[in-house]
């Protein structure tokens, strides 16, 4: 699978959890997805763009 496919994945997975209710408690839910680029020298730097995407994710300014 590919990023954009990830993206996509969780994206639907964000959509059906805000579906959800419990005892008129409503979900939400932020995924943070990267991609490894050749530029990553350590996992932790890939750790770190994830951590990235899923801050702007919370911020609302990711589409994922």
């Given amino acids: 699978a590919g990023f954009e496919e990830a ?3 969780a994206l639907r997975i ?3 959890i ?3 209710s419990f005892d008129g408690v409503r ?3 932020s995924a943070g997805v990267a ?6 020298a350590t996992v ?3 750790v770190s763009a994830v951590d990235q995407s899923l801050y702007l ?7 994922a």
Avoid: M, Q, T, V
Wanted: charged letters at 50%.
């Fill in 14 to 16: 964000g959509i059906e």
């Fill in 7 to 9: 993206r996509a994945i």
């Fill in 27 to 29: 979900l939400s839910s």
């Fill in 44 to 46: 932790e730097d890939f």
């Fill in 57 to 63: 994710d919370k911020r609302g300014e990711n589409a």
């Fill in 35 to 40: 991609e490894w680029k050749p530029e990553f």
């Fill in 18 to 20: 805000e579906k959800k």
